[in-house]
Each structure stands twice: as C-alpha cells, then as structure tokens.
C-alpha cells in the first residue's frame, strides 16, 4: 500500500495537558503534526473532544435554517403574487 506522504497526519491522543511528542518519520521525511483530525466524517480533536464536531453542525444547521426561511419568504411572496 503506498502512502501519500502530503495527506499523512500524525496526531497523540491524550487528556494530559502536555502529551508526548515523538517525531514521526516516512522515508526520512517528518510527517506533519496535527491537533484534530477527520476519520469517517467524524472531526476529533488530541482531547478526544467532538467540538470541532459540534461546531460543524451547528454551522451547516445554521445555514440550512437561513435556506428554509429564505425559501419560506419566497413561496409566500409567490403565492400572493399568483393569487
């Protein structure tokens, strides 16, 4: 299997304020260090928090709200206009 070295991520789960850090080598390139990480459509973080998460979907929630009262507003408009 072969590894795209510039997606590769190395993150160090831990709930400790000061995790180990260990310098992670592909082909005697350093792989970057990363504080969150995506895995299967799940945002997490080195905590082992799901913020990122929480905060993602508030924000698409927010945004599909704004889509259905704009939407909303346009259908009224469109009723009144047809009548």
């Given at each position: 299997?072969k590894l795209n070295i510039s997606k590769t991520k190395v993150i160090s789960f ?46 698409r929630f927010a945004a599909l709200c704004l889509i259905v009262s704009i939407l ?12």
């Open positions: 299997m831990s709930r400790k304020t000061k995790a180990l850090i260990y310098d992670y080598k592909l082909c005697q390139l350093s792989i970057a260090r990363t504080d969150s990480i995506k895995d299967l459509g799940v945002f997490i973080d080195a905590k082992l928090y799901f913020h990122d998460q929480v905060d993602r979907i508030q924000q909303k507003s346009i259908t009224v408009i469109l009723l009144l206009w047809r009548s």
